[in-house]
């Protein structure tokens, strides 16, 4: 990198010094100075599309944007007059004339960017006559809803979809006043490309893109006695839950959450790193199989994220042999919740439910992806929420979670090692893999736990391992974005009869799971950074830091599923995958 | 560099096969390509859609986004009845809005099988100023437009082919 030149200017008469080429609203953030936005948000290039943002610059006839201005050599920049305010104001006042205007029964309510704004500035009432659009709401996802009148267009969800995840299914349609966010052509989400990643829901400023709201039927369960029910909480929750009641990211409260997990009422505690351990029991032994064995095609490539599987079966069916038949956690803890739990504890699996707690709006999807996902002879898993709701429910229940004193998770689907967590971050499900890979491979009982090279936050990552003098070429991707790269170059090689890698991680949501759509608002690469770490303290923190050194595990496999791919193991723990067209219109 | 993902789109419907197969474009420009596409079938068909899509190898949500964004482009086939209003300034200033609403309203009522066969279209100026307000009923032009003849004539042109 080439020396960073600093520029100087002045805002709002304080002298601040900025490395050449930020923007106006960059440089006020240094000086802790905000200004308002609502189209910029820090994970996107500014479009300068709402106007918000403008400033004073000494010299400039118009006032310009903050988030697309850069600073130049003594600008003398005001954030805030009496023009600019009104200016605010009226950019504002336009945009409530084409909303409903029904924060109390949004999703959004009491955290929707425009809400905030329309309270800051305190807007009292409607300064142009209304015109709403009508537009029909969209639930064929099943896991969304996308309530257009509520979009203020400031265009995030179609640059997430179209540059951060390359899925493309929304897209700009019409222009001017009628401009609308929507999939190509008259057709529902469904029907186009979208995977559920819910990406577009943690950019969205508004309400227009939100989960689907499943906690009611959650709290029918609890309270209705005829049903064991039992939850989960997936690697990353553990790391985010906190910022909904005033935690700073990456803060640890998994003991605080099981306790209020049982203080909601569910009969069982149980965490899906366990689950998490059982599916590298699966996937290191199918790549063992693959890489030493020859049984099957290299890369093996995971499968535990549910929007990367459907990303897979849309756009790269040639790759399904290439997909480890592994389920994910989150399935994995519901087929044995009602196969192995049930037996165990001598409770009618027709009676268990089984709830998850998870960062992610395609976990919904996953429930029901194929037959596979009722491998107990039930709904393996009944209900996924995502953080965001299960905040809702806690708030609900009026406990006070942050005083709550830490508690432990139930056996025989509760332990957990570090592997197990690693989860939740993007290189950590490889991690947790080369972990007991080398194991199998080589016996070692102190194998290498960390790989510097597959962690952090760049797009793609490689790194080129020796284990007992084989060597094992991987590679992790994070962001649907960046996975055709990826895949495209494994193509090329494979065409040329190479394997250009021998493992590769895919996760749908920049960062992985702690980054995933269903997660507190509010994400940035700083947010993400922290999640992460909050993770790596989880991992290190453990005694038991490989999955095969996991004791619940090792009993699974002695009393019920004998070994890793075996018949049993098989029927409940593997999957299928299946071309899907793009398009369904 | 974004890349499409499609399903190799088969064009299967004969007429349509049939130009797409013998579709030349200069520089592969894509508007050039939809107009062709639009003056031939009056409109671009969804399979058409994928088609350019693969051919020009960019995703169908930008081909859409690009249809959409010109007005002369029409994502569905026009009906067998077209009325154009015009809503040029000076038609404008002689009510024109009130009758593009009438036409509207007048394809409301009908059956709804019929609706399906109008198609109701407003222009910006056609250049007969002096002629304002006026519409086009099935091409043919009516200059001086007032409620009662428009609603007359659009009458004639739906109720004749219902006798026939
Ligand atoms: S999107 Fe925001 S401003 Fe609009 S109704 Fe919902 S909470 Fe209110
Ligand atoms: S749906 Fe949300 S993110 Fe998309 S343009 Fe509308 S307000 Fe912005
Ligand atoms: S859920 Fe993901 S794929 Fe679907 S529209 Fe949103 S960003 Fe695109
Ligand atoms: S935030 Fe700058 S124009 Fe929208």
């Given at each position: 990198?080439?020396?960073?030149k600093?520029?100087?200017c002045t805002i709002?008469g304080?002298?601040?010094?900025?490395v050449?080429?930020?923007?106006?609203?960059e440089a006020?953030q240094?000086?802790?100075?905000?200004?308002?936005?609502l189209c910029?948000?820090?994970?996107?290039?500014?479009?300068?599309a709402?106007?918000?943002?403008?400033?004073r610059?000494?010299?400039?006839?118009?006032?310009?944007?903050?988030?697309t201005?850069?600073?130049?050599?003594?600008m003398?920049?005001?954030t805030?007059d009496?023009?600019i305010v009104?200016?605010?104001k009226?950019?504002?006042?336009l945009i409530?004339s084409?909303h409903p205007?029904?924060?109390?029964?949004?999703?959004?309510n009491?955290s929707?960017?425009?809400?905030?704004?329309a309270?800051?500035?305190a807007?009292?009432?409607?300064?142009?006559a209304?015109?709403l659009p009508?537009?029909p709401v969209d639930?064929s996802?099943?896991?969304?809803i996308?309530?257009?009148?509520?979009?203020?267009?400031?265009?995030?969800c179609?640059?997430?979809?179209?540059?951060?995840?390359?899925v493309?299914?929304l897209?700009f349609?019409?222009?001017?006043?009628?401009?609308?966010?929507?999939?190509a052509g008259?057709?529902?989400l469904?029907?186009?490309?979208?995977?559920?990643c819910?990406?577009?829901?943690a950019h969205?400023?508004t309400?227009?893109?939100?989960e689907?709201?499943?906690?009611a039927?959650?709290?029918?369960?609890?309270?209705n006695?005829?049903?064991h029910?039992?939850?989960?909480?997936?690697?990353s929750?553990?790391?985010t839950?906190g910022?909904?009641?005033?935690?700073p990211?990456g803060?640890n409260?998994?003991?605080q959450?099981?306790?209020?997990?049982?203080?909601l009422g569910?009969?069982?505690?149980?965490?899906t790193?366990?689950?998490?351990?059982?599916t590298?029991m699966?996937?290191?032994?199918?790549?063992?199989?693959r890489?030493?064995?020859d049984k099957?095609?290299?890369?093996l490539?995971t499968?535990?994220?549910p929007?990367?599987?459907?990303f897979?079966?849309?756009?790269?069916?040639?790759?399904?042999?290439?997909?480890s038949s592994?389920?994910?956690?989150?399935?994995?803890?519901?087929?044995?919740?009602?196969t192995?739990?049930?037996?165990k504890k001598?409770i009618?699996?027709?009676?268990?439910?089984?709830?998850?707690?998870?960062?992610c709006?395609?976990?919904k999807?996953?429930?029901?992806?194929?037959?596979?996902?009722?491998?107990?002879?039930?709904?393996?898993?009944?209900?996924?929420?995502?953080?965001?709701?299960l905040?809702?429910m806690i708030?609900?229940?009026g406990?006070?979670?942050?005083?709550?004193?830490?508690?432990?998770?139930?056996?025989?689907?509760?332990?957990?090692?570090?592997?197990?967590?690693?989860?939740?971050y993007?290189?950590?499900?490889?991690?947790?893999?080369?972990r007991?890979?080398?194991?199998f491979l080589?016996?070692?009982k102190m194998?290498?736990?960390?790989?510097?090279?597959?962690?952090?936050?760049?797009g793609?990552?490689?790194?080129?391992?020796?284990?007992n003098?084989?060597?094992?070429?991987?590679?992790?991707a994070h962001?649907?974005?960046h996975?055709?790269?990826?895949l495209?170059?494994v193509?090329?090689?494979?065409?040329?009869?190479?394997i250009?890698?021998h493992f590769?991680?895919?996760?749908?949501c920049?960062?992985?799971?702690i980054g995933?759509?269903?997660?507190?608002?509010?994400i940035?690469?700083?947010?993400?950074?922290?999640r992460?770490?909050?993770?790596y303290q989880?991992?290190?923190?453990?005694?038991?830091?490989?999955?095969?050194e996991?004791e619940e595990?090792?009993?699974?496999?002695?009393s019920?599923l004998?070994?890793?791919?075996?018949?049993?193991a098989?029927?409940?723990?593997h999957t299928?995958?299946?071309?899907?067209p793009?398009y369904?219109? | 560099?974004?890349?499409?993902?499609?399903?190799?789109?088969a064009?299967?419907?004969?007429?349509m096969?049939?130009?797409?197969?013998?579709?030349?474009v200069?520089?592969?420009n894509?508007?050039?390509?939809l107009?062709?596409v639009?003056?031939?079938?009056g409109y671009i068909?969804?399979?058409?859609?994928?088609?350019?899509?693969?051919?020009f190898r960019?995703?169908?949500?930008?081909?859409?986004?690009?249809?959409?964004f010109?007005?002369?482009?029409?994502?569905?086939?026009p009906g067998r009845h077209?009325?154009?209003?015009?809503?040029?300034t000076?038609c404008?200033l002689?009510?024109s809005?009130k009758?593009?609403?009438m036409?509207?309203?007048f394809k409301?009522?009908l059956?709804e099988e019929?609706?399906r066969e109008?198609?109701i279209?407003?222009v910006r100026?056609?250049?007969?100023?002096a002629?304002?307000?006026?519409?086009?009923?099935?091409g043919?032009?009516?200059?001086?437009?007032?409620a009662?003849?428009?609603q007359?004539e659009?009458?004639?042109?739906i109720s004749?082919?219902d006798k026939?």
């Open positions: 990198m080439g020396q960073e600093y520029i100087h709002n304080i002298p601040c010094e900025v050449e080429g930020s923007t106006i609203l006020a240094q000086i802790y100075l905000k200004i308002p936005t910029k948000h820090p994970d996107l290039v500014a479009t300068g709402c106007g918000i943002c403008i400033v610059v000494k010299g400039m006839a118009s006032l310009p944007r903050a988030c201005t850069p600073v130049e050599e003594g003398e920049i005001i805030h009496e023009e009104n200016v605010r009226t950019v504002l006042e409530l084409t205007n029904s924060c109390l029964t949004c999703g959004r009491q929707c960017e425009l809400q905030q704004l309270s800051d500035f807007i009292r009432e409607s300064a142009f209304p015109f009508n537009l639930r996802t099943g896991s969304l996308f309530e257009f009148d509520k979009c203020i267009k400031c265009g995030r179609v640059y997430v979809c179209q540059e951060m995840q390359g493309w299914a897209s349609l019409n222009r001017g006043m009628n401009t609308r966010m929507a999939p008259d057709i529902e469904a029907e186009a490309p979208c995977v559920r819910g990406q577009c829901s969205c400023p309400g227009a893109i939100i689907l709201d499943e906690t039927e959650v709290w029918q369960l609890l309270h006695p005829d049903y029910v039992v939850v989960q909480i997936a690697p929750v553990r790391v839950v910022e909904e009641f005033g935690f990211p803060t409260l998994t003991g959450i099981y306790a209020v997990l049982r203080r569910f009969d069982a505690i149980f965490d790193n366990f689950a998490a351990d059982v590298i699966e996937e290191a032994s199918e790549f063992v199989e890489f030493v064995h099957g095609i290299l890369p490539i499968s535990c994220c929007s990367w599987v459907d897979m079966e849309k756009m790269y069916p040639d790759f399904i042999p290439h997909f592994t389920k994910s956690p989150q399935q994995i803890l519901g087929v044995l919740a009602k192995y739990y049930s037996a001598n009618d699996p027709s009676r268990i439910k089984v709830i998850s707690i998870m960062p709006t395609a976990k999807y996953e429930l029901t992806r194929s037959h596979e996902m009722y491998a107990s002879g039930y709904k393996d898993v009944d209900i996924a929420l995502t953080t965001r709701e905040a809702r708030r609900q229940s406990i006070d979670f942050a005083k709550l004193p830490p508690e432990k998770a139930d056996s025989i689907l509760g332990e957990y090692s570090g592997a197990g967590t690693a989860f939740g993007t290189g950590g499900v490889m991690e947790a893999a080369l007991t890979a080398q194991f080589t016996g070692s194998p290498r736990l960390e790989f510097a090279e597959i962690r952090g936050l760049k793609v990552k490689e790194a080129s391992l020796n284990f003098g084989k060597e094992i070429r991987v590679a992790v962001g649907l974005g996975v055709s790269d990826v495209e170059r193509r090329e090689a494979k065409a040329r009869g190479e250009l890698y590769i991680e895919v996760m749908a920049p960062g992985g799971c995933g759509g269903g997660q507190p608002y509010g940035t690469n700083e947010v993400r950074k922290k992460i770490e909050g993770l989880d991992d290190r923190s453990q005694k038991v830091r490989c999955s095969h996991n595990v090792q009993e699974l496999y002695r019920f004998e070994k890793p791919l075996s018949e049993k098989h029927q409940l723990l299928t995958y299946h071309a899907r793009i369904r219109r | 560099m974004q890349r499409i993902y499609l399903n190799p789109a064009v299967s419907h004969p007429e096969k049939k130009f797409v197969d013998g579709l030349q200069e520089n592969d894509l508007i050039l390509a107009h062709a639009e003056n031939h079938f068909p969804r399979e058409v859609a994928a088609f350019l899509a693969e051919r960019i995703p169908m949500a930008r081909i859409y986004e690009v249809i959409t010109y007005h002369y482009f029409r994502t569905k086939p077209l009325i154009t209003v015009c809503n040029g000076t404008w002689f009510q809005e009758l593009l609403q036409a509207h309203e409301t009522n059956p019929k609706q109008v198609s279209e407003e100026c056609i250049g007969c100023c002629l304002a307000p006026l519409a086009y009923i099935d043919q032009l009516h200059p001086y437009l007032n009662e003849i428009f007359q659009l009458e004639k042109v004749c082919e026939a």
